[in-house]
């Protein structure tokens, strides 16, 4: 009995090293903490694939990505995986009254009404399914509507491959779009018919003008503009250590043209310390 006693125990710590190799891989790459009490989501969200390769256990995975040589091939899925997806059309909706009344209208007095310099630009920088980016899209468009035209585009990029194809697509359940006002949805969504009755796809018009790419925030190489108007980093810094925290952020001051907005979740203002950013509302900066 002791000997079965010693064999398990063994096993149990061999395999809780493997998931710590595994979330310093994950925390290493893109910022996401996995402790050993994120165990148990960690296999559920994983269970698909280890069906699809016919694995019994997560045990098996592991010995799969770092005795056979499947790592770096199955990066986009553990990422896709161990990514949080939460996300809402005009959710914090203060923040984008304060764009439509305050930040839009003083930043267009401010630069050329034609050319390149003329573009508003808006990153999503954890864009999920896309229902930020398309929000502040129906603002610009609103307020492109009631002022005049002018030249925006909006970029929307994430970590997770399956969140940014849903995002491109632009279409969402009845669900999903009853935070978006009446006025919006008559404007900007078309809803399916058919077997598709109960869908609603953005229009044409903003789908034009919002793009999706992937991006790690982590990453030393982020080919994004450096004179972005306004980047929505919202409730993406809390899955991140202090470290990490402090350096996506100075990432997002160094794309931020001057005088550029940088919107944060509301319990995500306490960790936005940088000198050259001043917090003028909840959760939103102003870099200086």
């Given at each position: 009995?002791?000997?079965?006693?010693?064999?398990v125990a063994t096993a149990e710590t061999s395999?809780?090293?493997?998931?710590?190799?595994?979330?310093?891989?994950?925390?290493?790459?893109?910022?996401?903490?996995?402790?050993?009490?994120?165990?148990?989501?960690?296999?559920?969200?994983?269970?698909?694939?280890?069906?699809?390769?016919?694995?019994?256990?997560?045990?098996?995975?592991?010995?799969?990505?770092?005795?056979?040589?499947?790592?770096?091939?199955?990066?986009?899925?553990?990422?896709?995986?161990?990514?949080?997806?939460?996300?809402?059309?005009?959710?914090?909706?203060?923040?984008?009254?304060?764009?439509?009344?305050?930040?839009?209208?003083?930043?267009?007095?401010?630069?050329?009404?034609?050319?390149?310099?003329?573009?508003?630009?808006?990153?999503?920088?954890?864009?999920?399914?896309?229902?930020?980016?398309?929000?502040?899209?129906?603002?610009l468009a609103d307020y492109a509507t009631r002022?005049?035209?002018?030249?925006?585009?909006?970029?929307?990029?994430?970590?997770?491959?399956?969140?940014?194809?849903?995002?491109?697509?632009?279409?969402?359940?009845?669900?999903?779009?009853?935070?978006?006002?009446?006025?919006?949805?008559?404007?900007?969504?078309?809803?399916?018919?058919?077997?598709?009755?109960?869908?609603?796809?953005?229009?044409?018009?903003?789908?034009?003008?919002?793009?999706?790419?992937?991006?790690?925030?982590?990453?030393?190489?982020?080919?994004?503009?450096?004179?972005?108007?306004?980047?929505?980093?919202?409730?993406?810094?809390?899955?991140?250590?202090?470290?990490?925290?402090?350096?996506?952020?100075?990432?997002?001051?160094?794309?931020?043209?001057?005088?550029?907005?940088?919107?944060?979740?509301?319990?995500?203002?306490?960790?936005?310390?940088?000198?050259?950013?001043?917090?003028?509302?909840?959760?939103?900066?102003?870099?200086?």
């Amino acid at each position: 009995m002791n000997e079965m006693a010693t064999s398990v125990a063994t096993a149990e710590t061999s395999s809780d090293k493997r998931f710590e190799r595994f979330s310093q891989i994950v925390k290493d790459e893109i910022g996401v903490r996995l402790p050993q009490n994120k165990r148990v989501m960690v296999e559920s969200r994983l269970r698909r694939r280890m069906t699809e390769l016919r694995l019994a256990s997560v045990d098996q995975y592991f010995t799969y990505l770092f005795d056979e040589g499947a790592l770096e091939g199955e990066l986009d899925v553990i990422f896709d995986a161990v990514t949080t997806n939460k996300t809402d059309f005009f959710r914090e909706a203060e923040h984008f009254r304060l764009l439509a009344g305050t930040i839009l209208p003083d930043r267009l007095k401010r630069r050329p009404a034609t050319g390149r310099a003329s573009m508003f630009k808006i990153w999503s920088a954890a864009a999920s399914s896309g229902m930020e980016a398309y929000t502040a899209a129906m603002v610009l468009a609103d307020y492109a509507t009631r002022h005049g035209a002018f030249e925006w585009g909006i970029l929307g990029t994430d970590i997770n491959l399956k969140v940014l194809d849903r995002a491109r697509a632009a279409v969402y359940n009845q669900a999903e779009i009853a935070p978006v006002p009446a006025a919006n949805q008559a404007h900007h969504l078309m809803e399916g018919i058919g077997r598709r009755k109960g869908e609603w796809r953005v229009v044409p018009e903003l789908r034009r003008r919002v793009q999706f790419q992937q991006i790690n925030l982590l990453s030393h190489d982020c080919p994004i503009d450096r004179n972005i108007d306004v980047i929505f980093l919202r409730n993406v810094l809390i899955y991140f250590d202090a470290r990490d925290q402090a350096k996506v952020i100075s990432r997002m001051v160094d794309h931020l043209a001057p005088r550029g907005h940088l919107f944060v979740g509301h319990s995500e203002s306490m960790i936005v310390s940088q000198p050259s950013l001043t917090q003028i509302a909840p959760a939103v900066f102003c870099k200086d």
